[in-house]
């Protein structure tokens, strides 16, 4: 067995903002693991919320000891991207060499398309009515906020796109107060939900809120450990596989989660079809689906994931599974 990682980066489409900053391209990290001449690979995305840099990534994945399975690979790696891609490699390289997808490897049924959000940048009102009136056709829309002027922003995101779905991504940027604030007024507008609207750590306070607007818990949520935590606080559960570190994990976390009585969102960080093709897995019959990686790049990987206007759809074999 043999592993080998590569750092590759995609131009953004347009500049992509959210409460934490801005980015112009995204930077991800391609697994690729050879054994009796199959090849499997997978791709993570390293994300400094969470502590991780590329070097850091890279230097788990090299320090990995060989061989490996997807069982030991649990034990070896915490929870994170660096686990995300080896395991997703592993996934496709069993595949591979028994000759069948992943999807039935892992007992699953054979998946569908699945209607995805499409995710709107962080700006000035103006600026979000026009990105939300270029996306109108779309059925659901996912819109960054992050404090100061989100009442005039989502405004104007309904204003641009009357007929659409929309949830928000607070990404840690409100309080208790804002919430209490803003929620009415997304409830007005027909917002289904809101993201990650306080601090990991510090929402507590969302024991006390009436929560009159569904609450999705993301950077709060990471794998099955996380779902204790949890209790009281939270209605829905996003779930990640840069999170979760890779689709063995994201699988358990859906059925705990599902089994507690939580709502399930399967989500992304900004990567290419190979990121989201294991997460359509994942994404199978879920309340809200937000795969929409690929669409915010300006260039994807070959045999990337199609998209219509409204779905992605499950990636052919020559990508992954």
Known sequence: ???SVEKDVFPMARVFTIARGSRTEAVVLR???E???YTGQGECVPYARYDETVESVIAQIEGLELPLSRKTLQNALPAGAARNAVDCALWDLEAKQKGIPVWQLAGLEEPGPEVTAYTLSLDTPEKMQEQAAENSYR??????LGGEGDIARIEAVRR????????VDA??????EVYKEMAPVLVRLGVEMVEQPLPAGEDDALLEIERILPVCADESCHDCSSLLGLKGKYDMVNIKLDKTGGLTEALALKKQAADAGYKIMVG????????????MLVAQNTAVVDLDGPLLLATDRPHGLKYDDEKA?????ELWG
């Open 1 to 3: 067995m043999k592993i």
């Open 31 to 33: 697994v690729e693991i």
């Open 35 to 37: 054994q009796d001449g």
């Open 139 to 144: 059925p659901l829309l996912k819109t960054k």
């Open 160 to 167: 641009g796109a009357p007929d659409a779905r929309i949830i």
């Open 171 to 176: 990404n840690e940027g409100w309080t208790p």
């Open 268 to 279: 992304c960080m900004v990567g290419s079809s190979l990121a989201m093709a294991p997460a």
């Open 313 to 317: 759809y499950p990636p052919v074999k």
